[in-house]
T-cell receptor
Framework: DSGVTQTPKHLITATGQRVTLRCSPRSGDLSVYWYQQSLDQGLQFLIQYYNGEERAKGNILERFSAQQFPDLHSELNLSSLELGDSALYFC??????????FGPGTRLTVL | DAKTTQPTSMDCAEGRAANLPCNHSTISGNEYVYWYRQIHSQGPQYIIHGLKNNETNEMASLIITEDRKSSTLILPHATLRDTAVYYCIVRVFFGGSQGNLIFGKGTKLSVKP
């Protein structure tokens, strides 16, 4: 158990819909990272937040957004969902920018 | 693109040492070598990291060559539960804007009875 929690574990929705994935970092960690893992793209970095502020962006679509709240939990919002958005979404956390610890992931299925 | 090169797959007999190689010939002086593994579709699990000295923890040992252009992850007594995809990643320690991990395809390790 890494200490990072993610909810929900599974999410099934339809194209065009909007979903929110939630991540709670390890106690004391200030940085949160989001990654997407699809069958054809592997694990890809989406976005990083540090103490509430966006720190880095990767291959995140404009339909996707994230935020980190004062209690340091983070949410990843995915809108206008397409079939290709079906993937595993992982959250990771670290104290500053050092070793990242990953959560168990949310499996999103878009039908 | 990932800065590392790993074999696509490897087999190991249960109870034997598993030695997973990684090439990172373009590594910079301030970049560490990190190893993670992913068991089936679980979240990636941190294993170990190092800069230039060999490192050991309860999970594995990391051997880094003197020129730092390659490394080997050693699982001393592999078990069936070590079957996973192993990722070798190079990155700066306190990443800041470079803090994200860049995953390649990794090595699929199959531990066989």
């Amino acid at each position: 158990d890494s200490g990072v929690t993610q909810t929900p574990k599974h999410l099934i929705t339809a194209t065009g819909q909007r979903v929110t994935l939630r991540c709670s970092p390890r106690s004391g960690d200030l940085s949160v990272y989001w990654y997407q893992q699809s069958l054809d793209q592997g694990l890809q970095f989406l976005i990083q937040y540090y103490n509430g502020e966006e720190r880095a962006k990767g291959n995140i679509l404009e339909r996707f957004s994230a935020q980190q709240f004062p209690d340091l939990h983070s949410e990843l919002n995915l809108s206008s969902l397409e079939l290709g958005d079906s993937a595993l979404y992982f959250c990771a956390s670290s104290v500053l920018g050092d070793t990242q610890y990953f959560g168990p992931g949310t499996r999103l299925t878009v039908l | 693109d990932a800065k590392t090169t790993q074999p696509t797959s490897m087999d190991c007999a249960e109870g034997r040492a598993a030695n997973l190689p990684c090439n990172h010939s373009t590594i910079s002086g301030n970049e560490y070598v990190y190893w993670y593994r992913q068991i089936h579709s679980q979240g990636p699990q941190y294993i170990i990291h190092g800069l230039k000295n060999n490192e050991t923890n309860e999970m594995a040992s990391l051997i880094i060559t003197e020129d730092r252009k390659s490394s080997t992850l050693i699982l001393p007594h592999a078990t069936l539960r070590d079957t996973a995809v192993y990722y070798c990643i190079v990155r700066v320690f306190f990443g800041g804007s470079q803090g994200n991990l860049i995953f390649g395809k990794g090595t699929k390790l199959s531990v066989k009875p």
